[in-house]
């Protein structure tokens, strides 16, 4: 059974950023592709960014187009923690944010564990 903990949520300003981790237990962390999500009131939880585990390759990140250029998504794997840097904030990124472990799909159904979600609001 994996755990996951969400923390680094808030309240911010347009424009602002703010750093979300996702720390992990019971499990074999560098073993787990992970992804973030988000959820609006009265919308779908929505893919955000994923990332592959650390191969001879390297890394693969991925996300969606919404973000691309303001989030990053990394991973510490002798942290246990994985983390999500939003910069250049905006309104209609306000939302419940949830990391989970399984995939790197964009489907949330592709996933096999969650974290409780931790709230970022962002002002105008």
């Known amino acids: 059974q994996v755990q996951l903990v969400e923390s680094g949520g808030g309240l911010v300003q347009a424009g602002g950023s703010l750093r979300l981790s996702c720390a992990a237990s019971?499990?074999?962390?560098?073993?787990?592709?992970m992804g973030w999500f988000r959820q609006a009131p009265g919308k779908e939880r929505e893919f955000v960014a994923a990332?592959?585990?650390?191969?001879?390759?390297?890394?693969?990140?991925y996300c969606t187009d919404s973000v691309k250029g303001r989030f990053t998504i990394s991973r510490d794997n002798a942290k246990n923690t994985m983390y999500l840097q939003m910069n250049s904030l905006k309104p209609e990124d306000t939302a419940v944010y949830y990391c989970a472990v399984g995939s790197t799909s964009s489907s949330w159904t592709q996933y096999d564990y969650w974290g409780q979600g931790t709230q970022v609001t962002v002002s105008s």
């Open positions: 019971g499990g074999t962390f560098s073993t787990y592709p």
């Open positions: 990332i592959t585990v650390i191969t001879r390759s390297g890394i693969r990140t």
